[in-house]
């Protein structure tokens, strides 16, 4: 059974910075594409960030493309999601997925292993 629990949100001021972990147990990874999505208030669920853990290829959302940086940990079977210059708009509850696959998805439906979430909040 694969498990994914993230880490690292927070309260943090526009410009600052957070890490996001997302630790990964239950499977060998190495087929694996693991992402970071975003559910805001009242909004849908928003693709971030992918990788695969194979390989180390990454795709951005335009939104974060420049500020975020996903990353794998492979010692410690994590991937990080590195926040910079945050704004009030990256304020989300960001979620860590996973799939079987070697194409960098954007969609929520392909992702069918999911983490609980953890909350970041940016104050202007």
């Known amino acids: 059974q694969v498990q994914l629990v993230e880490s690292g949100g927070g309260l943090v001021q526009a410009g600052g910075s957070l890490r996001l972990s997302c630790a990964a147990s239950g499977r060998t990874f190495t087929e694996y594409i693991i992402a970071w999505f975003r559910q805001a208030p009242g909004k849908e669920r928003e693709f971030v960030a992918a990788t695969n853990w194979g390989g180390g290829n990454t795709a951005y959302a335009d939104s974060v493309k420049g500020r975020f940086t996903i990353s794998r940990e492979i010692a410690k079977n994590t991937v990080a999601l590195q926040m910079n210059s945050l704004k009030s708009e990256d304020t989300a509850v960001y979620y860590c997925?996973?799939?079987?696959?070697?194409?960098?998805?954007?969609?929520?439906?392909?992702?069918?292993?999911w983490g609980q979430g953890t909350q970041v909040t940016v104050s202007s």
């Open positions: 997925a996973a799939r079987v696959g070697v194409r960098l998805e954007a969609f929520v439906s392909r992702y069918y292993y």
